[in-house]
């Protein structure tokens, strides 16, 4: 039930930022528009891949069964790299920032789908102790690098800017809590909640941040 909520946020969402696009003539506008439009509709098939049941599979990590969703990794595979394009246009960041924070931001996703799917719980954790150390530092580059690019644009596209980043910088952190603590990881927070908790997260990295930006 989760999912299709998911699911249809996602979907409402690409319809809601295309009709607001929609007749747009200004190039820059329609590039963030356009790059926007991708990371809500990713994530609207990843969402309905797992409430379907597609996009799960079963891990056996030492004498238990858990139920992974690996289209998640899929979904953000594509989408944190966007959710960095919009960020690192909007800043004027430079053809080499941009390849840099991607390189990082792809390393950080596959990185923790191998600990999602590894068979002893030290290998689960280590590979979770490696994605984390990668999205610091992609936090950090998008605080220092982009934030100085940022300095040196209208005052508008700064405090867009800025809004953006620290929305970024928190909810991003919030990821590898939820995923320690949840079933991949201590499983003191069961599958439901922690499901429901990525929904809310995504929905909000997403949807919300895309609506801060085009708003703007
Ligand atoms: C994982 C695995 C454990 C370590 C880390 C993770 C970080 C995930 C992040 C995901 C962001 C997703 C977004 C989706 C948009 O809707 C993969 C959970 C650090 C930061 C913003």
Redesign the pocket.
């Known amino acids: 039930l989760i999912l299709w909520g998911g699911t249809d946020v996602m979907a409402s969402g690409t319809v809601a930022v295309s009709a607001m696009g929609w007749g747009e003539q200004n190039e820059r506008k329609q590039e963030f528009y356009i790059i926007t439009i991708f990371?809500t509709a990713i994530?609207s098939v990843a969402y309905f891949s797992m409430a379907t049941g597609y996009g799960l599979i079963e891990v056996p990590v030492g004498g238990e069964t858990l139920d992974i969703y690996w289209a998640r990794?899929a979904?953000?595979l594509f989408?944190?790299p966007l959710?960095l394009l919009d960020l690192a246009l909007l800043a004027n960041a430079s053809r080499r920032e941009i390849g840099g924070l991607v390189i990082l931001d792809s390393f950080?996703?596959v990185?923790?789908?191998v600990?999602?799917l590894s068979k002893t719980m030290l290998a689960r954790y280590t590979?979770?102790f490696i994605?984390?150390v990668?999205?610091i530092l992609v936090l950090y580059f998008l605080y220092s690098v982009l934030g100085a690019r940022a300095q040196q644009m209208s005052s508008d596209v700064q405090s867009t800017f800025t809004a953006l980043r620290n929305l970024?910088l928190v909810?991003?952190?919030l990821?590898?809590i939820?995923?320690?603590v949840g079933t991949?990881g201590a499983g003191v927070v069961n599958l439901y909640v922690e499901t429901l908790g990525f929904m809310v997260?995504?929905?909000s990295?997403?949807v919300g941040f895309g609506l801060i930006l085009l708003r703007s």
């Open positions: 990371i994530a990794y979904d953000w989408t944190t959710l950080m996703i990185t923790g789908l600990g999602a590979w979770w994605s984390t990668a999205m970024t909810l991003w952190t990821y590898p939820l995923w320690i991949e997260l995504d929905v990295a997403k």
